[in-house]
């Protein structure tokens, strides 16, 4: 079974990550281990003195990649040692020392007992364990090698066999510092660390809610860490430790979250997928000409190709993904050498003629589902029933609405064909998506199955249709009624599914947990549609359950109301951190303030929630037009500093 792993210490430093206990120790047990890549390099680094391990007493992060541990070692006759455990980890590299400390002498034995599996992680996933492999010694080294990789292990300690020894003598106030030092070399990795220091403006965010700027300043560390290159493009990894490679749709979304900070990340990501379009036609992998890819691997041990593309949305997003990145000033010739990248992913949207886009597994060996809810049974009817594909999603459908018009005015703009066409395609889609998704309840509903019939549950995939222009104003003021109930976002954030479908179950994985990236998405598809005071309500649930969360916000969390428990459940195997729950921190921020920029028209939007609901706002470090800005709202109102030249506020 899948190991669980909310109750453990995660640091990152992509492509490289290490899961440990509390206390600081790394057992031969579950998912803990350090990770490069998707192969676990250690699999033990268990800490004794004396044959004793240290009782722990808490642990503080320093960083994404660096961790303090601090334990105690106590003795019924003796002194009392002081054991602080620094784990800092940079890319290909883990560096750990122990600090030892008594207040009376004392003489000691410390060990370190290591192993290494070099198991994949599609074995660690499945709960299985591998054989821990002989070490080979060297001068104040051990190493281990298995299939390319080779993992070296530099002490400063005596080493019989795997465990690292130390003799150690204090005297009273002396502290004595052991270090241990792993580098992993392997070639034949699929991702690579990244080339920068920095990818986008260190933004800081003072609020009279200081939930959110708390969470940011958090959200944006993690986001360093998961931080991946291709070449010298720069794109976020999905999450630790499962997804810690290239996803298509995760990348994109998380890319597009942070525009305010920066198109460095949107344009490293949209190269980076679009070197590896689809071109031919393969059911095994997904691939067609010009679809983006869902998801990059070392080899087929998960269960899927290498390079798959077994996804319904990532092509729509990635155009958008383009547009949006040109709204907030991507220069023009960074824009122009994806254009024939755009004309192909429009050639895969084109093909799905006057239908909608839907998905089927055509090989029966890879994923059932294929947009963002992609677990076996998160498609359901209302009765919990479950849909059979061909499956075409509604936010799918609100994805290629919005596609189609963003792709019509990139070609306007870089006077290019068929901008037309796509806005009839758009204003088709629309009335074909009036006439078949509507349920009796005045709101979309969330799929249509093989058959035609829509899947009448309440979800929160309709929420992704507000502010896209799918639906009318009139439209959306139900869909917002509807995701704004008890049963919807009575949780610490919005639900998946209504509490009131037979379906729902709190800690299912897509049937009524909450997601943070899902919840920003409707969030701030509200307050676009001028729903304000409900988008600040569900973003309220999001904070809190940050704050619940040390501000490091999971890939999931339960959906259980927040009448009945006083802090939001872990999702026992969620990712954390997950790159599109950290960017989500700075989507709610910009729906919070209305910014909208329109460099090549000149115009930015400036529209904030109105009330003040998370107090007076002074946020630094965005950029707009490549260019620093800053952004204060107050009772007074709402004002952007240091605007670039050629822009005016509306």
């Given at each position: 079974?899948?190991?669980?792993?909310?109750?453990?210490?995660?640091?990152?430093?992509?492509?490289?990550?290490?899961?440990?206990?509390?206390?600081?120790?790394?057992?031969?047990?579950?998912?803990?281990?350090?990770?490069?890549?998707?192969?676990?390099?250690?699999?033990?680094?268990?800490?004794?003195?004396?044959?004793?391990?240290?009782?722990?007493?808490?642990?503080?992060?320093?960083?994404?990649?660096?961790?303090?541990?601090?334990?105690?070692?106590?003795?019924?006759?003796?002194?009392?040692?002081?054991?602080?455990?620094?784990?800092?980890?940079?890319?290909?590299?883990?560096?750990?020392?122990?600090?030892?400390?008594?207040?009376?002498?004392?003489?000691?034995?410390?060990?370190?007992?290591?192993?290494?599996?070099?198991?994949?992680?599609a074995v660690v996933r499945s709960g299985g364990r591998g054989t821990p492999l002989p070490?080979r010694p060297g001068d104040g080294s051990l190493s281990w090698s298995r299939e390319g990789?080779?993992?070296?292990?530099?002490?400063?300690?005596?080493?019989?066999?795997?465990?690292?020894?130390?003799?150690?003598?204090?005297?009273?106030?002396?502290?004595?510092?052991?270090?241990?030092?792993?580098?992993?070399?392997?070639?034949?990795?699929?991702?690579?660390?990244?080339?920068?220091?920095?990818?986008?403006?260190?933004?800081?965010?003072?609020?009279?809610?200081?939930?959110?700027?708390?969470?940011?300043?958090?959200?944006?560390?993690?986001?360093?860490?998961?931080?991946?290159?291709?070449?010298?493009?720069?794109?976020?990894?999905?999450?630790?430790?499962?997804?810690?490679?290239?996803?298509?749709?995760?990348?994109?979304?998380?890319?597009?979250?942070?525009?305010?900070?920066?198109?460095?990340?949107?344009?490293?990501?949209?190269?980076?997928?679009?070197?590896?379009?689809?071109?031919?036609?393969?059911?095994?992998?997904?691939?067609?000409?010009?679809?983006?890819?869902?998801?990059?691997?070392?080899?087929?041990?998960h269960g899927l190709p290498a390079a798959y593309y077994g996804t319904v949305d990532a092509?729509?997003?990635?155009?958008?993904?383009?547009?949006?990145?040109?709204?907030?000033?991507?220069?023009?010739?960074?824009?122009?050498?994806?254009?024939?990248?755009?004309?192909?992913?429009?050639?895969?949207?084109?093909?799905?003629?006057?239908?909608?886009?839907?998905?089927?597994?055509?090989?029966?060996?890879?994923?059932?589902?294929?947009?963002?809810?992609?677990?076996?049974?998160?498609?359901?009817?209302?009765?919990?029933?479950?849909?059979?594909?061909?499956?075409?999603?509604?936010?799918?459908?609100?994805?290629?609405?919005?596609?189609?018009?963003?792709?019509?005015?990139?070609?306007?703009?870089?006077?290019?064909?068929?901008?037309?066409?796509?806005?009839?395609?758009?204003?088709?889609?629309?009335?074909?998506?009036?006439?078949?998704?509507?349920?009796?309840?005045?709101?979309?509903?969330?799929?249509?199955?093989?058959?035609?019939?829509?899947?009448?549950?309440?979800?929160?995939?309709?929420?992704?249709?507000?502010?896209?222009?799918?639906?009318?104003?009139?439209?959306?003021?139900?869909?917002?009624?509807?995701?704004?109930?008890?049963?919807?976002?009575?949780?610490?954030?919005?639900?998946?599914?209504?509490?009131?479908?037979?379906?729902?179950?709190?800690?299912?994985?897509?049937?009524?947990?909450?997601?943070?990236?899902?919840?920003?998405?409707?969030?701030?598809?509200?307050?676009?549609?001028?729903?304000?005071?409900?988008?600040?309500?569900?973003?309220?649930?999001?904070?809190?359950?940050?704050?619940?969360?040390?501000?490091?916000?999971?890939?999931?969390?339960?959906?259980?109301?927040?009448?009945?428990?006083?802090?939001?459940?872990?999702?026992?195997?969620?990712?954390?951190?997950?790159?599109?729950?950290?960017?989500?921190?700075?989507?709610?921020?910009?729906?919070?303030?209305?910014?909208?920029?329109?460099?090549?028209?000149?115009?930015?939007?400036?529209?904030?929630?109105?009330?003040?609901?998370?107090?007076?706002?002074?946020?630094?470090?965005?950029?707009?037009?490549?260019?620093?800005?800053?952004?204060?709202?107050?009772?007074?109102?709402?004002?952007?500093?240091?605007?670039?030249?050629?822009?005016?506020?509306?």
């Amino acid at each position: 079974m899948q190991p669980l792993l909310h109750d453990l210490v995660v640091a990152v430093a992509a492509p490289t990550s290490v899961l440990c206990g509390a206390d600081g120790q790394i057992r031969a047990t579950g998912v803990q281990g350090l990770f490069h890549a998707d192969a676990r390099v250690l699999s033990e680094a268990v800490l004794r003195l004396d044959g004793e391990e240290p009782e722990p007493i808490g642990h503080a992060p320093v960083s994404a990649g660096s961790t303090h541990f601090i334990a105690v070692v106590r003795r019924p006759d003796g002194p009392t040692v002081h054991v602080r455990r620094t784990r800092i980890l940079s890319p290909a590299r883990m560096e750990e020392r122990i600090t030892l400390e008594a207040s009376e002498p004392v003489t000691a034995t410390v060990t370190l007992d290591l192993a290494s599996d070099l198991a994949p992680m599609a074995v660690v996933r499945s709960g299985g364990r591998g054989t821990p492999l002989p070490p080979r010694p060297g001068d104040g080294s051990l190493s281990w090698s298995r299939e390319g990789i080779t993992v070296t292990a530099v002490h400063d300690g005596t080493a019989p066999g795997s465990r690292l020894s130390w003799a150690v003598t204090l005297t009273p106030g002396e502290t004595r510092d052991l270090t241990l030092k792993v580098r992993v070399d392997d070639p034949s990795a699929v991702i690579s660390a990244p080339v920068r220091d920095h990818d986008w403006s260190p933004a800081r965010v003072t609020s009279g809610d200081r939930r959110l700027g708390r969470l940011v300043a958090r959200s944006l560390d993690d986001l360093r860490g998961l931080r991946l290159a291709d070449g010298d493009d720069t794109y976020l990894a999905a999450g630790v430790p499962w997804y810690l490679t290239l996803f298509g749709r995760d990348s994109i979304w998380a890319a597009r979250m942070l525009l305010p900070l920066g198109t460095g990340p949107a344009v490293g990501t949209l190269r980076a997928l679009a070197r590896r379009q689809g071109l031919r036609h393969d059911p095994v992998t997904g691939e067609a000409p010009g679809k983006i890819m869902h998801e990059l691997r070392r080899d087929d041990r998960h269960g899927l190709p290498a390079a798959y593309y077994g996804t319904v949305d990532a092509t729509p997003l990635w155009i958008s993904l383009l547009h949006d990145a040109w709204r907030w000033g991507l220069p023009a010739d960074r824009v122009a050498e994806l254009l024939p990248h755009l004309d192909a992913a429009l050639g895969w949207l084109g093909g799905f003629g006057g239908g909608f886009l839907d998905y089927l597994d055509a090989s029966g060996r890879g994923l059932v589902h294929q947009g963002w809810k992609d677990s076996a049974d998160a498609i359901r009817f209302r009765d919990g029933r479950l849909a059979e594909p061909p499956i075409a999603l509604a936010e799918v459908q609100g994805y290629a609405y919005r596609a189609a018009l963003d792709a019509a005015a990139l070609l306007d703009a870089f006077e290019r064909p068929d901008g037309d066409r796509w806005r009839e395609y758009a204003a088709a889609l629309a009335t074909r998506f009036r006439e078949r998704f509507w349920t009796g309840d005045g709101y979309p509903a969330l799929a249509l199955d093989r058959d035609g019939r829509p899947v009448d549950a309440l979800t929160s995939n309709i929420g992704h249709l507000l502010g896209t222009g799918l639906l009318s104003p009139g439209e959306e003021r139900p869909v917002v009624d509807a995701l704004s109930s008890e049963a919807m976002a009575g949780g610490y954030g919005l639900r998946t599914m209504s509490t009131a479908d037979r379906g729902f179950a709190p800690l299912s994985y897509h049937c009524g947990s909450v997601w943070a990236h899902d919840t920003a998405i409707v969030a701030a598809g509200m307050a676009r549609a001028g729903f304000g005071p409900e988008a600040a309500t569900v973003i309220d649930g999001l904070l809190t359950a940050a704050e619940a969360f040390d501000y490091r916000l999971p890939e999931l969390h339960s959906g259980h109301p927040r009448a009945a428990l006083s802090r939001p459940m872990p999702y026992p195997a969620a990712c954390r951190p997950q790159a599109w729950s950290a960017a989500a921190s700075v989507l709610m921020l910009q729906a919070v303030l209305g910014l909208e920029p329109d460099v090549p028209g000149g115009r930015v939007r400036l529209d904030p929630i109105p009330g003040l609901p998370f107090g007076t706002l002074e946020v630094s470090g965005l950029v707009i037009g490549g260019a620093p800005a800053g952004v204060t709202v107050d009772a007074a109102g709402a004002a952007i500093t240091a605007l670039p030249p050629g822009l005016s506020v509306q």
